[in-house]
């Protein structure tokens, strides 16, 4: 196992350090030119449904979150998001012009499975995006999309989910270019961007030892939360789910504007707070945000933009990620929280590639 381990301490931390090669197989999968994706293998026309309604669970499901704003945002074809698990038992609406999308690692998960065939039963054409070839989550899906993230052992999903994200970027740049919504040129940018993700992860992954510094300056915290706005709430989520599912810390992500509506009740001086305060839109209000988590006392652990002067002064700890398009953005935001998880759980000692309680891929319901 020590091999196959690659010299890392353990599965999650090589599969994070595999990111930068899983995410460019994953654009070679997907055939990407120099404006546009084509998806070889794609025979159904995507870009035709009314609507598409995204079916996960777990980390799958943060990874659906995000691609639902990517592409309304994109492609302007309007997308829901459903836990599978509460899919299968609401007896949804679909209509016959649905596609309903998959997300699933390991394309086991009963759950995703059930609720593709709920949303099939009811006349929507079906997509999965998988990670395992010839899952069988590929037997109801009318077609795959695989993401080529290579076999994942960490229960923990690291480069699973942020090659999901990947194909989330892509989807909706070939939906967006045959809505005609996204223009060649913008198209153009967002295809520059994903070829330069490999070289900014990897410079993230060198920061990993001043990552365990932060953790190890929080190791006491009992609890922690997590806030992001925008395509960063649902990494917030995901921040959150990955530190409570290997450091047994209870973690709660929210959304930065929902702070006020309760969250902020549990900030006191023992509190670390993870926020996502990349350069956007809403970086004014993620601002207000850190000054009310810092005049509560609370411990601020900023994830913001490289070149940020101003947010140094209000974060007690500070971690920098290259300024990239806001689409792309959850992708490198998430390997420092991957990297904070690891080696929050790593110095407290637990068993991170099997953490109590969990399983790689829920095959029961
Ligand atoms: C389990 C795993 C999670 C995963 C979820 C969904 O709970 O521990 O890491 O996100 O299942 O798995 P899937 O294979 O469907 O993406």
Known sequence: AAAEKQGFRHYMLKEIHEQPRAIRDTMLGAGVGADDVRFDGLSLDVSACARIVMLACGTSFH?????????????????EVDIASEFRYRDPIVRTSDLALAISQSGETADTIAALKEAKQRGAQTLAICNVLGASLSRVADQVLYTHAGPEISVASTK???TQLTMMVLLAIHLGRRTGHLTAERAKALVDGLQDLPAHIDNLLAASAAIRIIARRHQGARDCLFLGRGLCYPVALEGALKLKEISYIHA????????????????DGSMPVVVLAQRGPGYGKVLSNLEEVRARGGKIIAVATLGDHTIGD????LILVPDVAGELQPILASIPLQLLAYHFADLKGTDVDQPRNLAKSVTVE
């Open 63 to 79: 990874a659906a979150l995000i691609g639902r704003s990517l592409i309304e945002g994109l492609a302007r074809i309007p997308v």
């Open 314 to 317: 209000l974060a007690d700890d």
């Open 252 to 267: 709660e992500g929210h959304a930065s504007g929902e702070m006020k509506h309760g969250p902020i009740a549990l900030v």
């Open 160 to 162: 699973a989910f942020t």
